[in-house]
């Protein structure tokens, strides 16, 4: 549509559309691939930076809203992170499995999915996985 420049042959739009299906939609929109991964770091460093006593009220009585404002904090990363990995998933399934473009490859959409999926995992690991020990 109006994104890409003139070329002349077949296997000059083939080269244009493997060179940019990895960050560009048909309608030259965002880079949505680089975008999801950006969000799911970020609500992984939003999980994590609440600790689990924080959550269970046994070392944080103050702050703005206490104990409840730490319990919001987490559901909402827990929200947004899932729903990048569900978005991961519409962009390995919409722009590469189901497509007109038969000539693209599969593997830029895998490895959207698979970094999203990794990084999700790696919170939840991170989160509930460690022990917390106290400095008192």
Known sequence: MGCAPPMETDAERTAHVRRTALFETEDCGVYLHILRTTRQTQEKCRINAVSNGQVR??????????????????????????????????????????????????????????????IFFGGLVFKFGRTEDLWQ
Not at 77 to 95: D, Q, R, T, V
Request: proline content about 2%.
């Open 57 to 118: 009220g046994d070392s944080y009585s103050e702050g703005c809203l206490g104990q409840t404002g730490a319990r919001i904090w987490l559901f909402i990363g827990f929200m947004l992170a899932f729903g990048s990995l569900i978005a991961s998933m519409w962009i390995l399934f919409g722009g590469f499995v189901v497509t007109d473009h038969k000539e693209l490859s599969v593997y830029p959409g895998i490895a959207v999915f698979f970094q999203n999926a990794f």
